[in-house]
């Protein structure tokens, strides 16, 4: 089997069990860019040295994959039939857990900070970043069709996690935090 078929050739493409329709078209914007924050997850992982952020963002990469899958199918009954459930409340919680756990080694935030400290965590923030351009996708889909609330809790709280994550990979490497200061008013 090859891997390109030319059907996308005139712009459109396929649904999960749906019609085709433009590349453009908010649902493949919406599961597109949650593929994109998979990728971006994926660099992640083969970026931090710690074995516990490691396993949380393979198993993150597993349920962004269900989600995607479940944002590519618009029919409610192929989505069932396919067992593309999505997300689940127990997916929010995970997050959850993984937050509070990871919080309790840092030092609460007394400024905003910038991306950076260890190469790990600026690629954790850029997920961060990601992470809500995927979200804007999702709720633009979601005014449109609704989706699965779930989807949007996970997808927020996703986005907490990798910020709590990636102030976790600077403390634990000595690095700390990067402050953000502003400027001093009159300087250009």
Known sequence: MKIYTKRGDAGETDLFGGPRVGKDDRRVEAYG????????????AA????????????????????????????????????????VADED?????????ALEAELEPLARFILPGGTPASAVLHMART???????????????????????RYVNRLSDLLFVMARVENRRAGAGDV????RERGRS
């Not at 809500?132 to 979601?142: D, F, I, Y």
């Not at 402050?179 to 502003?182: N, S």
């Open 33 to 44: 860019a949650v593929d994109e924050l998979n990728a971006v997850v994926g660099l992640c």
């Open 130 to 152: 990601v992470c809500r351009r995927a979200e804007r996708r999702v709720v633009a889909l979601h005014r449109d069709t609704p989706q699965s609330e779930v989807a949007l």
């Open 92 to 100: 929010v919680v995970s997050l959850e857990r993984h937050i509070d």
């Open 47 to 86: 970026t931090t040295g710690c074995d516990d952020v490691r396993s949380a963002l393979r198993v993150i990469q597993s349920t962004l994959f269900d989600l995607g899958a479940y944002l590519a199918a618009p029919d409610s009954r192929r989505r069932e039939k396919g067992g593309l459930a999505g």
């Open 179 to 182: 402050e953000w200061v502003g």
